[in-house]
């Protein structure tokens, strides 16, 4: 087993009711990890909590450390942490300025990345999603249409420019058909080498599929957490084996 | 099949379409005929002498400078109250919690709205003009202004704030860019149209006003000279602290004193190019706006 890249240790969230409570799961770097459970259970917040994007309003307790750091301590900025730990949320945003620019945005802005540096770089990430033989001629165009899957997978892009450590993922293929979420998937594990992803789905099967590890989440409580094949083939607690067993039988 | 019974409902459904057809209509003849009765007056006053004389006592005289002074009104206003409305409005859209201050910051502004033009004017002419001895001045005649703008331009500049899809600055967080970058980098180039409409609406209340103005900025209309570009020196166009009689406050003036021999034509002739302003500069904002959508496609 690899090093555990970022660990939460009895990590609380609460609205004006608690949402997690006292998580403590342990990720491993360089893998997929799935975090499955009910609508509900708290899986986009835990999320959220990973880069610090849950609402002002929530209040959070416990510690949630990256590479060995607590990213709650005051002095941590919080928007470098986030280039760190990228995310991409289930829907695929894109800025309406032109391709090229949806790019360049945040690392320029950010840390002033000259153009011509940025040219290599998006090249690259593109390369890696399997976008860049068929965007290449239109960066610079506003006028853009791009199928969902295109758009994922260019926001996918987008967040890899800034060389994240981590990869948060809300559901990203929940808008796209099974060809297309397969494609995604393959990007996901080709990425693994070099990249932790932490991907929160409802697809069972999905999760089968690319992760590594699994974590079970119910009404905010870290159910179960173990590698995938273990978790799928033996549940130690029962509301992991009736969750499991509901969802494969409904589908 | 339903069989035709006693029509009432189809019947009113066809009156309630006149009515509203008629108020509509009325509503079109209402600016058309406003429009077309001053304009039928003004338009012939404008000449060239019109537009550059400066008023005289005996034979009425041009607007010349009344006009330069509500340009430059306009543009002071808008270079103070631009940056505090934006400001406030950015708080209130994005640092502002819901809570007692803000609350009251939001009522706040709502009175200051509804305040009558008159007392807004008053308390310029008994802070800026008297206690802080800016005289009467356009710069008097600016901050008097601003207070009164202050509200809508922050309310109209929010709710253009407040437009933007939530979406794209989350996912511009996410990319772990600040706060402040979204603002600037995503939000405002996205709502700039809103932005600007706030700008326009403010503006044709500026260059409106007369109430504000009186006692602030004054009524007298001194000789320029335009050779004098020390913006210093009181004698210069350029000048912040010299009286400015503006558009409106002069129509209002010959009305009032009715010493002037053709009080009706001057007044409409002035009218008229207030209304012309108007449109010039909503035009200008606009045709800019359509110029930049154009160039980025």
Known sequence: MSQAILKTEHLNVAADRPILKNVTIAFRSAAITAVIGPSGSGKTTLLRAFNRLNEDHLSTSGRVLFQ??????????????????????????????????????????????SRQNLAMDIEQSLRQVCLWDKLQHQLTNKQFKLSTKD??????????????????????TALLDPAATLQFEKILLKLRSHLTIIIVTHNLQQAARIADDTAFL?????????????????????????????????? | MIKPRL???????????AWVYLMAASVLALIVGLLLLVFGWGLPQLNWHFLTGSSNYLTGGGVGIQLFNTLYILVLTLVISLPLALGTAIWLFQYARQNWFTKLIRIMLEILSSLPTIVIGLVGFLVFVVKFHFGFSLLSGSLT???????????????????ADPRLRRAGLALGMSNWDCICKIIIPQVRPALLTGVVLSAGRIIGETAAVIYTAGQSAAMLDWKNWNPLDTASPLSPFRPAETLAVHIWKINAEGTIPQTLQISTGAAVLLILLIILFDLAIYGWLWLQQRTIN
Do not use: W
């Open chain 1, 68 to 113: 060995g750091i607590n990213i709650y301590d005051p002095r941590v900025d919080c928007f470098r942490l986030r280039m760190k730990i990228g995310m991409l949320p289930s829907q695929p945003i894109i800025f309406p300025i032109s391709l090229k620019a949806n790019l360049m945005l945040a690392p320029r802005v950010n840390m002033k990345v």
């Open chain 1, 151 to 172: 758009q994922q997978l260019f926001c996918l892009a987008r967040a890899l420019l800034l060389h994240p450590q981590i990869l948060l993922l809300d559901e990203p």
């Open chain 1, 218 to 251: 119910q009404h905010g409580k870290l159910i179960e957490f173990a590698q995938t094949r273990e978790l799928f083939t033996r549940p130690q607690q029962a509301a992991t084996d009736q969750y499991l067993t509901k969802k494969l039988i409904l589908k």
């Open chain 2, 7 to 17: 029509n009432i409902t189809v019947n009113l459904e066809k009156i309630i379409k």
């Open chain 2, 145 to 163: 202004l601003m207070i009164l703008n202050l509200p809508l331009l922050t309310s109209t500049s929010e709710n253009a704030l407040r437009s």
